[in-house]
């Protein structure tokens, strides 16, 4: 029994240590990404700020095409909203949509039913025109604040790497 306890414990151990590896690994390929994006730092943190404010509001699968349009219209790097729209991942994404829906109620005083458990902006507009109104209403409040941070933290980052270069 001993025996059994200590093999698991080694198989835990295993699967927190590969678990923490490709966590480090996506984290070094976004960021590798983010350092191979051209232009000069307004014009990318203005992509990735728009990639943000994207991502907060409740418009899966479209994040990237909505991103995408408003930095060519904003004058942005396409390729940084891009990237920007990854903010909201499947774990991040019941967040945003619930605080999206919380926010929106708060502002517009309406009440109706919601399922976090939706999958797209299609199955969001099945739940009903005020909750849709309500959770694409909040994730604009919610995605201001998000997307000018992010425009700064950017610019930061990319005038620093750019500094170091020369």
């Known amino acids: 029994m001993h025996e059994k306890e200590m093999k698991k414990t080694e198989q835990d151990s295993k699967a927190k240590k590969t678990e923490k590896f490709f966590k480090k690994n996506k984290i070094r ?3 590798k990404q983010v350092k191979q ?8 943190a203005m992509g990735m700020a728009i ?3 994207i991502s907060i509001t409740p418009t899966m699968p ?6 995408v349009a408003l930095a060519f219209i904003f004058r942005g790097s396409k390729a940084a909203a891009a990237l920007g729209v990854w903010f909201c991942n499947p774990l991040t994404a019941p967040l945003f949509y619930w605080g999206s829906y919380k926010a929106g109620m708060f502002i517009l ?7 976090v458990n939706f999958e797209s902006i299609l199955e969001l507009f099945r739940l009903g025109a005020d909750v849709t109104m309500a959770m694409i209403t909040g994730g604009v409040i919610l ?3 998000p ?12 005038l620093t790497i750019r500094s170091r270069k020369t």
């Open 29 to 31: 390929e976004f960021t």
């Open 37 to 44: 994006l051209h232009g000069d730092p307004h014009y990318v």
């Open 51 to 53: 990639g943000v404010f």
């Open 62 to 67: 479209f994040h990237t095409v909505i991103a």
């Open 109 to 115: 005083g309406d009440s109706g039913s919601f399922n």
């Open 143 to 145: 995605g201001i604040l």
């Open 147 to 158: 997307g000018i941070s992010a425009y700064f933290l950017t610019k930061k980052i990319f």
